[in-house]
């Protein structure tokens, strides 16, 4: 019988405070790797980046059809555990702690990853899909640095690294002050972390069964992760496929430096996703962000799993 638990809202152990609504990790299990999708918090935006390329009242209409409102909406950002081998490997960072940017629900990640029972000493590993601040940031907080290993390999597209020495903003859409926030924060990783850079050109295989292929777009150098083991496969898109790409995957994305190139390697990908039946995980889809793509007469439908216990 259901028994009302009084103690339901009191701190537990493991740093969960009470005032966290909802969960902040999910395991998934691919083969023998182990993937853990942790949330970095939630980053608001005006509704305008999910496709400023789209007609407004087309928007307006997916967003009343999403049951979002019709101003700003919350951005997951999902970072990404995985564990293959002895390897620890971090995919992404979250969005860090920069006070200048007033963004309190997100930059969680150290927190969470401690939640977690992730040591960052214990990371051996960092994958960086690319280097927009979101993705970067939770190493640039203050103190985590020497926290990690002093032969950690941060695995990087060197198409990435060079296309931040000079980046071309002249096809984004960005509220004011980002462009000058991801220069700044893309700039100063490079300077903290550029003994750790391992770069890649097209692929590369950072552990059994984790492979980095560059598809670029989003930026030069954005990679995705694919993950197979066992049979069983899984995707980690990055920021090439957001909430909105699987019904309109032609809209821009106001983040995309190449969009036109963007939703070309969006539409490949899911396709692929759909033939494969490969479970997908990206770092702006609602947390835990694991699930399927299906083909929905000319665009695509996003199949979210049932939670395993
Ligand atoms: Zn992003």
Redesign the pocket.
């Known amino acids: 019988m259901y028994q009302e638990q009084s103690s339901g809202n009191a701190p537990r152990q493991g740093g969960r405070r009470p005032e966290e609504l909802v969960p902040s990790r999910y395991a998934v299990q691919v083969g023998d790797i182990e993937v853990l999708v942790i949330s970095d918090g939630v980053l608001p935006l005006p509704t305008k980046m999910l496709g400023h390329n789209a007609d407004p009242a087309v928007r307006a209409e997916w967003l009343t059809d999403m049951f979002l409102p019709q101003d700003a909406f919350d951005w997951a950002l999902n970072v990404v555990v995985v564990r293959s081998g002895d390897q620890t490997i971090l995919i992404d960072a979250g969005l860090g702690l920069d006070p200048d940017l007033n963004l309190p629900r997100a930059g969680q990640l150290i927190k969470r990853l401690a939640a977690a029972g992730i040591d960052l000493g214990s990371v051996t590993d960092v994958v960086l899909t690319h280097m927009?601040m979101?993705?970067i940031g939770g190493l640039l907080v203050d103190g985590v640095k020497d926290q990690l290993r002093s032969d950690l390999r941060i695995h990087v597209a060197a198409a990435e690294v060079e296309f931040w020495q000079a980046p071309d903003f002249s096809h984004v859409s960005m509220p004011p002050g980002f462009p000058d926030a991801l220069r700044s924060a893309a700039k100063r990783f490079a300077t903290e972390y550029g003994n750790h850079l391992r770069l890649f050109e097209d692929e590369y295989e950072v552990a059994p069964g984790v492979k980095l292929h560059r598809t670029g777009g989003h930026t030069p150098g954005h990679c995705v992760v694919r993950v197979a083991s066992g049979g069983d496969r899984l995707m980690f898109a990055g920021?090439a496929v957001f909430a909105v790409g699987f019904e309109h995957p032609d809209w821009h994305n106001g983040?995309e430096h190449d969009p036109e190139e963007a939703a070309r390697v969006r539409v490949l990908l899911l396709k692929e996703l759909a033939e494969t039946g490969a479970s997908l995980v990206a770092?702006?889809l609602p947390f835990p962000s694991v699930g399927h793509v299906a083909v929905d007469g000319d665009h695509f439908r996003w199949v979210p799993v049932f939670w395993d216990y």
């Open positions: 927009h979101d993705h920021d983040f770092t702006h």
